[in-house]
């Protein structure tokens, strides 16, 4: 037991998938489970092909001191081709993809890059809950830090599990004294909008209830299933689960 509880660092996708329902938690997370795995897609495939070109621009020290030029083969070299139905329908997605890069290099060219990690995972724990995050970027500020993270999907914001992990983390990790802030910026890299959330600091040390009580449940094995239309719809375990939801039939 003790090395489970040991092994347990909450994520926040850890946090969420318990919250959508335990039982996918369980498909996706706890050894004894079947493993299910979600179809490739041309939209995740997409995400995680930007993801990664953005990790490696940074890695070569930030768009002021990487030319557009270079931009097309930092894709290239990291292009994932699952999901797409036509080559056509790829090529497409790969033009966004080098666009959306070189708009972001555009804007942010005449900043100085000031990035403290580029997709480290961070552990750190608080109150005995231990926690494992992986920003998409941390940057300095002054005073303060900017933690940033990159989105594809139209719709897409931060989560309050997001950002509470993080700033908790990045809080111990750091030692921040309260007059140096962390902010938190989401990068909607398709459409170059970019939107900063503020979380409250004493927002963030409330949720630390919520963690330790939801990973004493995790510990505890309560994976009993949440079935609903919206979290059963999208969820990866929907063919295999047999308490997936299923709407009624007029025979029904
Ligand atoms: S199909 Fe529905 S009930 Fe089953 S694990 Fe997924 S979300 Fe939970």
Same mark, same amino acid.
């Given at each position: ?8 660092? =909450? ?24 493993? #299910? ?5 041309? +939209? ?23 030319? %557009? &030029?270079? =931009? ?12 797409? &139905? ?11 993809? #080098?666009? &959306?890069? #070189? ?12 990035? =403290?990690?580029?997709? %480290? ?10 926690? =494992? ?8 500020? %002054? ?31 750091? @030692? ?23 979380? &409250? ?7 630390? +209830? #919520?963690? %330790?009580?939801?990973?004493? @449940? ?35």
């Amino acid at each position: 037991m003790k090395n489970l509880e040991d092994a347990l660092k =909450l994520s926040p996708s850890r946090v969420e998938a318990y919250e959508q329902c335990p039982r996918l938690y369980w498909y996706r997370y706890e050894p004894d489970s079947p493993k #299910v795995t979600r179809p490739p897609s041309a +939209a995740l495939s997409f995400g995680n092909s930007l993801h990664a070109a953005m990790r490696s621009l940074y890695q070569q020290g930030g768009p002021a001191h990487v030319p %557009s &030029a270079h =931009l097309p083969a930092m894709l290239a070299a990291v292009w994932r081709s699952e999901g797409y &139905a036509r080559p056509e329908e790829e090529q497409a997605a790969k033009r966004r993809a #080098v666009a &959306a890069l #070189v708009n972001y290099r555009e804007r942010n060219r005449s900043y100085p890059t000031r990035s =403290l990690y580029v997709e %480290s995972f961070l552990e750190a724990a608080l109150d005995d809950v231990p926690f =494992l995050v992986r920003p998409d970027r941390v940057d300095t500020l %002054s005073p303060g830090l900017l933690a940033v993270e990159y989105k594809t999907g139209r719709n897409a914001k931060l989560g309050i599990h997001q950002m509470a992990i993080a700033y908790l983390v990045l809080w111990k990790l750091l @030692r921040r004294p309260s007059d140096r802030p962390i902010r938190f910026l989401l990068v909607h890299l398709d459409s170059g909008q970019e939107q900063e959330q503020e979380l &409250a600091e004493e927002k963030a040390f409330e949720q630390l +209830a #919520v963690y %330790s009580a939801l990973r004493r @449940r995790i510990l505890q094995r309560e994976f009993l299933a949440a079935p609903s239309a919206g979290a059963c719809a999208f969820c990866e375990a929907g063919r295999v689960c047999v308490y997936s939801f299923k709407p009624l039939s007029r025979e029904d």
